[in-house]
């Protein structure tokens, strides 16, 4: 039973099966193929959500002076790496 990185290991089976699947172009995997391509989707938004919410409040934790700003920063990165590491 895996504890730390299951959501990192999760997004690599979702790419891995997308290039399989797509390989193999068979008709009868249509719904296999949707499944697989509304997963992906969700992958990469996750991705995009999660670095945006990085980059920015990266930049808000080390630019600016201001304690509560720092640890409301503080939070959501921890938030973001919690999640990937869950």
């Known amino acids: 039973m895996k504890i730390i990185g299951g959501t990192i290991s999760e997004a690599i089976k979702i790419v891995d099966s997308k ?3 797509i390989d193999a172009g068979e008709d009868k995997e249509l719904k296999n ?11 990469i938004m996750t991705v995009s959500v999660s670095l945006i919410i990085l980059i920015v409040f990266g930049i808000s934790f080390f ?11 503080a939070g959501f990165i921890g938030t973001v ?6």
């Open 19 to 21: 290039f399989s699947i």
């Open 63 to 73: 630019k600016v002076n201001d304690p509560n700003v720092k640890q409301i920063s």
């Open 33 to 43: 193929r949707l499944n697989y391509a509304k997963e992906y989707t969700k992958l």
């Open 81 to 86: 790496v919690g999640y990937w590491l869950k």
